[in-house]
């Protein structure tokens, strides 16, 4: 029997006392221990009827095992569908009428507001708690059989992942066994992990980040990994002695570098920071490596096609750039409306092509089709240009460009100009209905501790910057901008806020 994930990720665990998690409590779990959880899950989820290519929804904390609710629906060959536990019972409908799971795994606490919602569409009701109680936990202490690893080819789904929705319903992005092994392939081989490392992991798993680039990569090496509930700047300062990795989102970076503990004696042995999920600042990379020496490497993905583009190890790592395409994936950037190639430097949409794209989206062929070009290139909507050294830098989402009389302005030409301004903190430009030119560039800014400046006085500052066109109509200041999960500034809330 062959099935490629299980076989890359998990089979060549089984009996190895190795350390994989490292708990901050102090509890360690042995590569063995974590499997032996994986397949007692795995025989309660086929006991209670889940089939191949069966959806298992879990919205339930961070823990061991929930990552091992994970390892049971590679082993079973059922689609792994995570699901933030933020999301409201609306919003949960909605994900369990599109995706029909078999099972949802939910906190005991959010059971009552569930469990009508998952009658309707036939999925069974399991619980598992922060504390590792629930009924899947109790069911699983009275399994003894070992459970056959079932047979699954590249092309068949091994998980399936919402975007975010900010431009319409949320769609369901499906991954195969293929699309998630090639991609740790070559993060393995090109961030050079091995069995030595060890990665500090704060992310939430219910997000590609967390879970098919982080946890995937530690499995494929060998790694172990300091295993925190979520992000906690003091867990975090007190972990890192411990650990050689580091991946994460800006925001982690900004609060580390608040606190004067965090300096180069704390990160003199760490070999690897990784950034990705929401654009690094040039100013956030240039202080970090001032305070520690080491440089983050910024890296480019997508929940459809986990990661396309990265600054290299082995070389320049260049601020306010993704770097290269990875081995064996293909990037070009096109004009949005004719498909052609644009020239060196100009932006344009960006396209990718891979054995790391998706397969589509759930239910939606037609939406599906118009996301690939005629020769297979998946067309990712976000905005990019490429130097003439091969370096890639996004410049915003085609969702978020702004046509103001008759002008493209790219938002993200705007912001770098905005966050030279001593006194702004980071900025984020929107374009809002406008009578006279369609669309009017607005700012929303947020200002550094004890800042003092008024609205004229930041334009003043960018006026000779910009083209009259490209400044803003408008600034408004705000305590802080809003973002989601993964540190991602939410524009269309933005826009909802000051669309008047």
């Given at each position: 029997?062959?099935?490629?994930?299980?076989?890359?990720?998990?089979?060549?665990?089984?009996?190895?006392?190795?350390?994989?998690?490292?708990?901050?409590?102090?509890?360690h779990i042995s590569y063995d221990d974590f499997l032996s959880t994986a397949n007692r899950f795995a025989a309660v989820l086929q006991d209670v009827g889940v089939d191949i290519g069966d959806r298992i929804a879990v919205m339930v904390d961070k823990t061991p095992q929930a990552l091992a609710i994970y390892a049971a629906s590679v082993q079973i060959g059922a689609v792994y569908l995570p699901l933030n536990t933020?999301?409201?019972?609306?919003?949960?409908?909605?994900?369990?009428?599109?995706?029909?799971?078999?099972?949802?795994?939910?906190?005991?606490?959010?059971y009552a507001g569930i469990i009508d919602i998952a009658d309707t569409v036939g999925a069974t009701v399991m619980t598992l708690n922060r504390d590792g109680s629930g009924s899947l936990a109790e069911l699983a202490r009275e399994q003894t059989r070992q459970v056959d690893i079932v047979e699954r080819a590249d092309d068949d789904l091994a998980a399936m992942l919402y975007t975010s929705g900010t431009t319409g319903r949320p769609k369901g992005a499906m991954l195969s066994h293929a699309n998630l092994l090639s991609n740790s392939k070559a993060l393995v081989d090109l961030w050079q992990f091995s069995a030595t490392d060890v990665l500090l992991h704060a992310l939430p798993i219910f997000h590609t980040h967390g879970l098919f680039v982080a946890m995937n990569v530690t499995l494929l090496a060998g790694s172990s990994v300091i295993f925190m509930s979520a992000f906690n700047v003091d867990t975090m300062i007190e972990q890192m002695p411990n650990a050689t990795v580091l991946m994460g989102v800006p925001t982690f970076y900004t609060r580390l570098l608040n606190d004067p503990r965090f300096n180069q004696t704390l990160t003199a042995h760490m070999r690897l920071f990784v950034s990705g999920s929401a654009p690094l600042l040039t100013e956030t990379h240039e202080l970090f490596s001032e305070r520690t020496g080491h440089c983050i490497l910024e890296r480019y993905g997508m929940t459809e096609t986990n990661m396309n583009i990265s600054n290299p190890y082995d070389g320049e790592r260049r601020p306010g750039s993704v770097g290269f395409p990875l081995p064996g994936i293909a990037a070009r950037i096109c004009h949005p409306d004719t498909g052609a190639e644009m020239a060196q430097g100009d932006i344009g949409g960006l396209e990718i092509k891979g054995p790391n794209v998706f397969k589509g989206y759930w239910n939606m062929p037609e939406k599906t089709r118009e996301e690939f070009t005629d020769d297979g290139y998946f067309i990712t909507g976000d905005l990019a240009t490429a130097d003439k050294d091969g370096y890639f830098q996004i410049v915003g989402r085609s969702k978020d460009l702004i046509i103001t009389g008759g002008f493209n302005v790219y938002p993200k030409e705007v912001e770098l100009s905005l966050d030279d301004v001593p006194e702004i903190l980071e900025s984020a430009v929107i374009g809002i209905a406008n009578k006279d030119f369609g669309e009017a560039v607005v700012a929303v800014v947020v200002l550094n501790n004890r800042a003092n400046i008024s609205e004229s006085e930041v334009l003043t500052q960018i006026s000779n910057k910009l083209a009259r066109y490209k400044q803003p109509k408008r600034i408004f200041f705000v305590d802080e901008l809003p973002r989601n999960t993964m540190g991602k500034v939410q524009k269309n809330k933005l826009r909802e806020t000051f669309m008047d």
């Open positions: 029997m062959t099935n490629i994930l299980y076989d890359a990720l998990f089979k060549p665990h089984q009996g190895c006392s190795d350390i994989f998690l490292r708990m901050t409590d102090g509890e933020a999301y409201t019972t609306t919003e949960l409908a909605y994900f369990l009428n599109d995706a029909r799971p078999a099972v949802l795994l939910c906190d005991e606490s959010k």
